[in-house]
């Protein structure tokens, strides 16, 4: 009898500790690799594919699961870029309408990151371009950001983004799909390529008509002096002296399905 019970207690002290163990062993899921489901988004978005599953994560997650995951500027440039470039995709082809007013389209909080209702715009300006006014021609911060914007933006801008955001607009670049290993490569490429495609220059005069990012946005360039010099870099100019700068007009025409390997 004796021997039963001591039997009997050694059974239930070991399925006591048995119960205790899955909360540690649970533990251990692995994070979401947020950079590889940022291009997960854009490529179903590419192809057609329903998007809804990768939505509702992005949603569902916490800003401290997203900024423990996004912890270097590439990145957080490579998930932002592919975020807003595949938002557009999905939201424009669901209903092209919504670029008739185009202000309102981009301001509008209309994308679910992280439990926040974001706009294209925070997501440019406050995130991609660290802050930066909406119209403050790239010379001016925005004021008491938000934690959301403090926890997620990029630590230095990099005036390439303009070159790799696509607004859905004709004379926007096309879209690449971007990763941290070959962000910084990636943007150099597409700069090149869209700066040689939209910029023409008149040897006669001295003249190179540009797209009109340059002027939207000149202090991210570093003013007139800083866009020639990027013309210079990227052969489109072969000498900064006396050239002058015209801002071609933009071509906001709808054109979705503009995509680019880099």
Same mark, same amino acid.
């Given at each position: 009898m004796k021997h039963n019970v001591i039997t009997l207690l050694f059974l239930v002290f070991l399925s006591c500790c048995k119960v205790q163990e899955a909360p540690f062993k649970s533990s251990g899921i692995a994070s979401t690799d947020f950079n590889r489901l940022s291009e997960q988004f854009l490529e179903f978005a590419r192809d057609g594919k329903d998007t809804k599953a990768i939505q509702e994560q992005l949603a569902n997650t916490t800003i401290k699961k997203l900024s423990n995951a996004l912890k270097t500027d590439e990145q957080k440039f490579a998930f932002w870029i592919n975020i807003y470039n595949a938002y557009i995709q999905v939201i424009l082809k669901e209903d092209p309408e919504y670029y008739d007013?185009?202000?309102?389209?981009? %301001?509008?909080?209309? &994308? $679910?990151?992280?439990?926040?209702?974001v706009a294209f715009a925070k997501i440019e300006h406050g995130i991609i371009r660290k802050s930066q006014w909406d119209i403050g021609l790239g010379y001016f911060r925005t004021w008491f950001p938000d934690k959301f914007e403090r926890k997620l933006r990029v630590k230095e801008r990099d005036f390439r983004i303009h070159f790799a955001l696509n607004c859905g607009a004709k004379d926007c670049p096309p879209v690449a799909i971007y990763t941290p290993k070959r962000i910084k490569e990636q943007l150099e490429k597409g700069t090149e390529a869209y700066l040689k495609r939209t %910029?023409?220059?008149? &040897? $006669?005069?001295?003249?190179?008509?540009?797209?009109s990012l340059f002027s939207w946005f000149r202090g991210d360039f570093g003013g007139k002096s800083g866009v020639k010099k990027i013309l210079k870099r990227q052969g489109v100019i072969k000498d900064t002296k006396g050239v002058n700068l015209v801002y071609k007009n933009y071509d906001w025409t709808l054109d979705l399905d503009n995509f680019i390997d880099l």
């Open positions: 007013d185009r202000r309102d389209f981009f %301001s509008k909080k209309q &994308i $679910t990151i992280a439990g926040e209702n %910029s023409d220059y008149d &040897i $006669t005069k001295n003249e190179v008509a540009v797209t």
